[in-house]
């Protein structure tokens, strides 16, 4: 992500530059406030507009992405026209002369093969029609040109080339950050699947053997059971959001546990200490649950005694700490490098690498996992996560239908 916002920047200082050129055309000394010289104040107004047609752009390139930001871009440039294309046609057309449309796009063939700029001279017999000549700007994403802004105006300018290649760069930086917001949401959403596809069989199995085994001997029981299955299943495939609170993945780790309970009996004791002011937190969706599941599954691995998991969330300042601890076989912490790195997928081990992944695409390298174990020790898990994290929020609270 850094290598994006250094290319952003890098792309802003020259937009800067168009703004100080239209700043000297456009703006007026008088009655400018606290907002300094007219090159000062025409920065200002550059930077405003620029975050107005940001978000748009930020969802791809679309029709109505580009119609919503068409004109904010063409008010960049201070032009009479303004279009932008894809590669196959004009997605919207901003300003005057817009029977120039046929036109521009047979203009636009060696451009969108070449990916460089080039500007034309229009032919038009309308006697009033001030758009007698166009820029062309290729937007590329990745090396790939995907389309072109195209400024029209009333004559060449060398200057103008210059804004619309500028602006044009800022335009495909955006797309760049849309192309990433997406590739982000598939490989969660590819996660998710993975994690999904994890939900062990044996545990479907041996849940609904508990319960059948309840079914003669202690209907009420089984009834319970039956509804702890439900809305375990139904959490753990629901499709939408990608980021939960922590009381929903609490709620779904209580459902989990219960039917571990249902199997295990006095075997699995599991204690919770839960600071109500960290409930609300969101955090990636199917967090907790595997780490839980990796204690219950590690915690009884070869011992014929009880277990003991104890799950904590701490209110932390700006953080909420969330500890899950077991007293069970541990892992060789060289093994568990390995896991953690992609280099070895044991058991159990796809959702700790998974979670740890997640985490550090969410909210940095300064979160993730910390693992403490050694073989024979059990294992203490630790998750750190941010109260609030741009861009972060759940998709709200699931109920029981």
């Known amino acids: 992500m ?10 802003i200082l020259p937009l800067l530059a168009a703004g100080f050129w239209l700043g000297r055309r456009t703006a007026r000394p008088q009655n400018l406030g606290d907002l300094g010289t007219p090159v000062e104040h025409a920065t200002f107004e550059t930077l405003h507009t620029a975050s107005l047609a940001a978000p748009p752009l930020r969802a791809g390139l679309t029709e109505e992405t580009a119609r919503k930001s068409a004109r904010r871009l063409r008010s960049l440039l201070g032009t009479d026209a303004l279009c932008l294309t894809d590669e196959k046609d004009v ?3 901003d300003g005057v002369g817009g029977h120039h449309r046929t036109e521009i796009m047979q203009l636009l063939a060696g451009p969108l093969e ?7 001279p229009l032919t038009c017999s309308a006697p009033d029609c001030p758009v007698r000549w166009a820029v062309v700007a290729p937007l590329t994403v990745d090396d790939r040109v995907h389309g072109a802004l195209v400024a029209c105006a009333p004559r060449e300018s060398a200057v103008l080339v210059r804004a619309a290649g500028e602006v044009a760069r800022w335009v495909s930086v955006q797309l760049e950050l849309a192309d990433l917001d997406r590739s982000r949401t598939r490989l969660i959403e590819a996660e998710i699947k993975a994690l999904r596809a994890q939900i062990s069989p044996h545990f479907i199995f041996n849940s609904l053997a508990v319960i059948a085994s309840f079914v003669r001997t202690d209907p009420e029981r089984a009834r319970e059971l039956l509804l702890e299955f439900a809305d375990f299943t139904r959490y753990s495939f629901r499709r939408h959001g990608d980021f939960t609170t922590l009381a929903d993945e609490l709620h779904a ?7 571990v309970r249902a199997r295990f009996g006095d075997r699995l ?3 919770l200490q839960i600071a109500p002011e960290v409930l609300p937190v969101a955090l990636p969706f199917l967090c907790l649950q595997p780490l839980v599941e990796n204690a219950v599954k590690h915690g009884l691995e070869g011992k014929a005694d009880k277990c003991q998991i104890q799950i904590t969330a701490q209110d932390a300042g700006a953080e909420a700490l969330v500890v899950i601890e077991d007293d069970g076989a541990g892992m060789d912490p060289v093994l568990l490098r390995r896991i953690l790195a992609g280099e070895d997928s044991p058991s159990g081990g796809i959702g700790l690498s998974n979670v740890d992944d997640r985490l550090r695409q969410v909210y940095g390298d300064n979160y993730g996992l910390v693992i403490e ?3 024979g020790a059990g294992m203490k ?7 609030y994290q741009p ?3 759940s998709a709200g609270r699931l109920t029981r239908e």
Not at 253 to 259: C, K, R, T
Request: proline letters at 2%.
């Open 269 to 271: 004791s599991v204690t």
């Open 114 to 120: 070449s990916g460089r700029g080039e500007a034309f």
């Open 2 to 11: 850094s290598g994006f916002l250094a290319g952003l920047c890098v792309a």
């Open 391 to 393: 861009g972060v929020h």
């Open 373 to 375: 174990t050694a073989l």
């Open 91 to 93: 997605l919207v057309w």
């Open 253 to 259: 780790i209580d459902h989990y546990l219960a039917l």
């Open 381 to 387: 898990v630790t998750a750190r996560l941010p109260k």
